[in-house]
């Protein structure tokens, strides 16, 4: 069965500080997907990392995916209020997704 | 991408009662998956939907409670049954991608809750 686990679950952080988020995945898999919630949303996708090395950056968030670990980061670079919100990874298993716990990030002005 | 229209948005339901939550897709798709999202919680995958056979639930879940419908390739329909306030929870479809699954998409969600 595979397993997803994020941490951290719980992430406070300063405006313009840096932070990593990660995510451990315990099968193989080649395809992973970062999704962003915001309070009583729906999900955004964010990224979809699809090899082994792929990195993908969009603004202030940068994602990469180390097939060979089963881990996959999501960088926070000089964070802003904006990016508030719970951030979830995601493990493609065949024709289903097996999601992390979630991290909730509250950046503080 | 696709885009995915789901409803109802919320909803509040006396125990005991049933919901029927609907999934409408802007394009065809082989395969919709229902998921569901308890408060504070991540997301868990209730069944996946193909059209044209049964539904395939995950452990934990059964077709007697959450009763699933997908008789076209752009629509599916999943139902709350016997409804108790543990079902409280957000409910929410999703699609694959075309091609080899490269996105997932994934409608507004229903939240439900039960009282």
């Known amino acids: 069965e595979l397993k997803v686990e994020q941490n951290p679950l719980f992430l406070s952080m300063q405006e313009g500080k840096n932070y990593t988020i990660y995510c451990n995945y315990s099968t193989t898999s080649d395809r992973l997907y970062w999704y962003r919630q915001d309070p009583g949303k729906s999900l955004e996708s964010l990224f979809v990392l699809l090899s082994n090395g792929a990195v993908k950056q969009e603004g202030r968030l940068m994602a990469s995916l180390d097939t060979k670990a089963r881990l996959s980061t999501l960088h926070i670079t000089a964070a802003v209020h904006d990016l508030s919100a719970t951030y979830f990874c995601?493990?493609?298993?065949?024709?289903?997704?097996?999601f992390g716990g979630g991290t909730r990030l509250m950046v503080k002005p | 991408s696709a885009v995915i229209s789901q409803k109802p948005s919320r909803d509040i339901c006396q125990r005991g009662t049933s919901l029927t939550i609907q999934c409408q897709v802007d394009s065809q798709v082989t395969m919709m998956f229902w998921y569901r999202q308890q408060p504070g919680q991540s997301l868990t995958l209730i069944a996946t939907a193909n059209q044209g056979s049964e539904a395939t639930y995950e452990s934990g879940f059964v077709i007697d409670k959450f009763p699933i419908s997908r008789p076209n390739l752009t629509f599916s329909t999943l139902t709350v049954s016997n409804m108790s306030p543990e079902d409280s929870s957000i409910y929410l479809c999703?699609?694959?991608?075309?091609?080899?699954?490269?996105?997932?998409?994934f409608g507004q969600g229903t939240r439900l809750t039960v009282v």
């Open positions: 995601a493990v493609d298993q065949g024709n289903m997704l097996t």
């Open positions: 999703s699609v694959e991608g075309g091609g080899p699954r490269t996105e997932a998409f």
